[in-house]
C-alpha cells in the first residue's frame, strides 16, 4: 500500500508571512493524483490543491502553490500572505489514477496563525 | 444537496450497543467512501461504494462493521458491539465516478462510553 508521510505535527506562521508544509510519499505507480486538503474545527475536509503526476507544472490556487518532485517523491505546500483563516490542520493525500480507488491521508500537519 | 451531509453530528453510545452513522452524498454521485479518523490521525478507509455494490471493503476492520447503499445515493454504516476503540470520527465522502477529488462531509464524532 502507499504511505504518505508528514513530518511536520505543527507549524506556526506570522500573518501575512508565507509558510511551507512538507509531504513525502511512497509508491510504485507512475501515474496518480495528490492533494492538499485543509480541515478546520468543523471537520469537514476541504480540497486546497490538487497535482496530476503527469503534470510537471506546479499547481497553483490564489495564495497556495506546491513544489511537486516525482523523482524524489515529495509534494509541499507553500502559503502565501498566511491569513487566520489558514489556521487548520493540512493533510497531504495519495490516489492512484485507478478510478475509484481510495485516498491515503498523511498524519496532518495543525497550523497556526499568529497575528 | 449542495453538499455530502452526515447525521447524526455527534453520537454517544454505551459500550455493546449497536450504531448506526448516516451519509447523503452530493446528488450524482455514484462514488461513496467511509473513512475513520481517531484522534491526532489522519483518515483511514474503511469502505467504497460505486452504486450501490461495494467495490472496496478491505479497510473494514472487522465483521462489526457493515455497510450497505441500498438504491446507490444514501449510505448507512453499521456497527455492531461497540467498543471503546471504535471512537472516533467517521468521514463520509462522495464524487463523481471519473472524478478525481472527492468531497466530504463534516463528519460524525462517535464516542464509544
Known amino acids: 500500500a502507499q504511505t504518505v508521510t508528514q513530518s511536520q505535527p505543527e507549524m506556526s506562521v506570522q500573518e501575512a508571512e508565507t509558510v511551507t508544509l512538507s509531504c513525502t510519499y511512497d509508491t510504485s505507480e507512475s501515474d496518480y493524483y495528490l492533494f492538499w486538503y485543509k480541515q478546520p474545527p468543523s471537520r469537514q475536509m476541504i480540497l486546497v490543491i490538487r497535482q496530476e503526476a503527469y503534470k510537471q507544472q506546479n499547481a497553483t490556487e490564489n495564495r497556495f502553490s506546491v513544489n511537486f518532485q516525482k523523482a524524489a517523491k515529495s509534494f509541499s505546500l507553500k502559503i502565501s500572505d498566511s491569513q487566520l483563516g489558514d489556521a487548520a490542520m493540512y493533510f497531504c493525500?495519495?490516489?492512484?489514477?485507478?478510478?475509484?480507488?481510495?485516498?491515503?491521508f498523511g498524519t496532518g500537519t495543525s497550523l497556526t496563525v499568529i497575528p | 444537496g449542495a453538499g455530502v451531509s452526515q447525521t447524526p453530528s455527534n453520537k454517544v453510545t454505551e459500550k455493546g450497543k449497536y450504531v448506526e452513522l448516516r451519509c447523503d452524498p452530493i446528488s450524482g454521485h455514484t462514488a461513496l467512501y467511509w473513512y475513520r479518523q481517531s484522534l491526532g490521525q489522519g483518515p483511514e478507509f474503511l469502505i467504497y461504494f460505486q452504486g450501490t455494490g461495494a467495490a472496496d471493503d478491505s479497510g473494514l476492520p472487522n465483521d462489526r462493521f457493515f455497510a450497505v447503499r441500498p438504491e446507490g445515493s444514501v449510505s448507512t454504516l453499521k456497527i455492531q458491539r461497540t467498543e471503546r476503540g471504535d471512537s472516533a470520527v467517521y468521514l463520509c465522502?462522495?464524487?463523481?465516478?471519473?472524478?478525481?477529488?472527492?468531497?466530504f462531509g463534516q463528519g460524525t464524532r462517535l464516542t464509544v462510553v
Open positions: 493525500a495519495y490516489r492512484s489514477e485507478e478510478i475509484g480507488n481510495q485516498f491515503y
Open positions: 465522502a462522495s464524487s463523481l465516478r471519473y472524478a478525481t477529488e472527492a468531497f
